[in-house]
């Protein structure tokens, strides 16, 4: 009998060549890839979540990596017998190695320009946050400060007001909050406030989103008039004022890129390797292509196309003229179809079915049903003109996915389950159900969800991307009933009924975080950050491997990427977080003591902490600058230096 041995040698071309030799020399060969491992982590606590069932997740000791997918996953021996000579040798010591995490909720194009350190760079960015105890307080505090800023900024310059509680902001507005009264305050300003469930909008800044979009703002913005220039409208002026119109305004734009580069990489940090958003306004995807094709995306994004919708009155006719984007992208940068945005608004404005005072059902956003359909609930006191936007596009989308024209369609803000009735029963009225599960649909938020759609979302496949938030924990309590506190994010129940639950919104996302588990501990006690209880004990995340399940690999099949992602398993992306303790040991209070001490993207190191191996890769928010240093040799950083963003305006020619 023969012995195999291989030898490796170079070609006259200089490529890699493996050489088979059984018994004497042959004398072929044959270009191919090494058997070897650039990289291997030993001496680690894998959790793979390879399985869905969190009971068969397998455990290891070792992962092996070639090029930027994993080559192999085992026991140190196994996984040693894949090293050479040139092979980098990253020793965990003990601690859990974790697929990259998925925050499948996190609108970081928009909450970059909520990080102190971008908006010292772009002060014309800064908005005033104003946020009282007593509601009587708060109208003569906002016209105070819009009449100091006034004096304080030069003509032309935005005055941009975030009002809470949003209870008192929305009843302010169009009574108190007028367009004529902010007119009065800054005349020479364009000026908006806004709350979760509306906005009042002065002149000024009426015009420039006309004369930036190139059309007259259609008549559904208005909940009652544009002379009054209130709108139940919210995100799309603050999120476009911001990321289009002030950014083209000021020529802030390379600098707003700079910025967003640095919010992802503070994500990266903290061991979040892909985010997903809908990108509402184009500058949010000129920036994020920008980067992908400087090949400078510092994490993933999956994102929904959505900026063809603000402002227009032609919805419909854009979205059926522009083809299916699912899919289409890079490994850093993918579309995952169109999203709609919220069927309904956040907070007290959401669209619920649960009966309350009149006073109650008139605050809420409910969207104009379609003709023929009914929904227990939804009727004059909740439905709001400006929300039937939403409906249109969302319409638009069944209709192309009934008539096989897209295929699939991403997920977006629900808040309430009058919302969730809307979304599915609009996709029932174009669809067979065979046919919604495999758009693989989803909604955002869970903070109302009733039994029946647990157990209809099972059938559809639908995903629930959830996020803790007790605002509505506490609208359900004070003006609804604790009784139907079951519908706020039940995601026990959800599990159980077979629907795959997410959890979302858990990155750096508007605040920096010291650990990707600060909500993962609200998750599994349903306590809230100051001890009380949130929603109800029994739907609390049954165990940690659930929780990771669903911060990794549940979260990969509505971004279309369960192929490449979400679990340490051959074959997949190298997306690899070592953390600083034992994920498995560490009491359930104390899980938000860990985080990301290596960040692996693709193979490659996308931060380092100096306590594992004495490297530095990072970058530091308090001195808005990079540390690369190298105390151990490695050849597996992803930039030897600080990443530099070239010009917007260079196109594809930065790269």
């Not at 793979?48 to 000791?61: G, M, S």
Request: a negative charge.
């Amino acid at each position: 009998m023969f012995r195999k041995r291989f030898l490796i040698r170079r070609c006259v071309q200089q490529k890699l060549v493996v050489t088979v030799v059984l018994g004497m020399m042959a004398c072929t060969s044959y270009a191919g890839t090494s058997p070897y491992a650039e990289i291997i982590i030993v001496n680690g606590q894998v959790i793979t979540a390879d399985n869905d069932d969190p009971k068969k997740v397998t455990i290891a000791e070792a992962v092996a990596i070639r090029g930027d997918r994993i080559l192999a996953v085992g026991s140190n021996r196994e996984i040693n017998a894949l090293k050479a000579d040139w092979t980098e040798v990253i020793d965990a010591k003990g601690n859990s190695v974790i697929p990259g995490l998925i925050d499948t909720h996190n609108h970081l194009y928009e909450h970059t320009l909520d990080f102190a350190w971008v908006i010292k760079s772009i002060p014309e960015m800064l908005e005033l946050r104003i946020k009282v105890d007593n509601p009587d307080d708060l109208v003569p505090l906002v016209e105070k400060a819009i009449a100091a800023r006034a004096r304080q900024i030069p003509k032309g310059n935005w005055i941009r007001v975030n009002a809470r509680p949003p209870d008192a902001a929305v009843k302010a507005f169009g009574t108190s909050l007028t367009r004529q009264r902010l007119d009065e305050l800054a005349p020479d300003h364009p000026t908006y406030v806004t709350t979760r469930g509306g906005s009042v909008l002065g002149t000024r800044a009426i015009e420039a989103f006309e004369n930036y979009y190139g059309n007259t703002l259609p008549d559904d913005y208005w909940l009652v008039d544009r002379e009054t220039g209130t709108s139940g409208e919210y995100n799309d002026f603050d999120r476009c004022a911001k990321i289009d119109i002030i950014n083209t305004q000021t020529g802030s734009f390379d600098r707003y890129i700079k910025g967003y580069l640095e919010a992802m990489q503070v994500n990266v940090q903290l061991g979040v390797t892909t985010h997903k958003t809908h990108l509402q306004c184009e500058g949010g995807f000129s920036a994020s292509s920008h980067l992908d094709r400087s090949d400078v995306m510092p994490m993933r994004l999956a994102w929904g196309h959505r900026w063809l919708q603000p402002f227009t009155a032609n919805i419909k006719e854009s979205y059926r003229r522009i083809g299916d984007w699912t899919g289409y992208g890079s490994d850093y940068f993918w579309s995952i179809g169109s999203s709609v945005g919220g069927i309904d608004a956040g907070g007290v404005g959401w669209c619920a079915t649960m009966p309350a005072d009149k006073s109650i059902k008139n605050r809420e956003q409910c969207p104009p049903l379609l003709p023929g359909m009914q929904i227990d609930g939804i009727n004059d006191d909740n439905i709001v003109p400006n929300r039937g936007r939403r409906l249109e596009h969302l319409e638009t989308l069944a209709q192309l996915a009934g008539e096989g024209r897209i295929s699939g369609i991403p997920g977006w803000h629900v808040a309430g389950d009058g919302a969730l009735d809307v979304l599915v029963k609009t996709y029932q009225a174009y669809m067979p159900d065979e046919r919604i599960r495999q758009l693989r649909i989803q909604a955002d938020h869970c903070f109302g969800v009733r039994q029946d759609q647990i157990e209809l979302a099972a059938r559809l496949g639908q995903t629930f991307s959830c996020n803790f938030d007790t605002e509505n924990t506490r609208i359900i309590e004070e003006d609804y009933g604790e009784e139907y506190l079951t519908m706020n994010a039940p995601v026990a129940s959800m599990l159980k009924a077979g629907v795959n639950a997410v959890i979302g919104t858990f990155g750096n996302y508007g605040r920096l975080r010291a650990s990707p588990f600060e909500d993962g501990v609200n998750w599994l006690t349903r306590m809230d950050d100051d001890g009380k209880p949130w929603g109800l004990a029994e739907e609390a995340v049954p165990d940690r491997i659930t929780l990771l399940l669903m911060m990794t690999r549940y979260g990969a099949y509505p971004l279309w990427k369960e192929h490449a992602i979400g679990s340490i398993e051959p074959g997949k992306l190298a997306d690899i977080v070592i953390l600083n303790g034992d994920y498995l040991e560490e009491p359930v209070e104390k899980l938000d003591t860990l985080t990301s001490v290596m960040t692996i993207i693709g193979g490659k190191i996308a931060y380092e902490d100096p306590s594992l191996r004495g490297n530095t890769f990072r970058f530091n928010v308090a001195t808005v600058d990079w540390t690369i240093d190298e105390r151990t040799p490695t050849s597996a950083w992803r930039w030897q230096k600080a990443p530099a963003v070239p010009p917007f305006l260079d196109g594809a020619n930065g790269y």
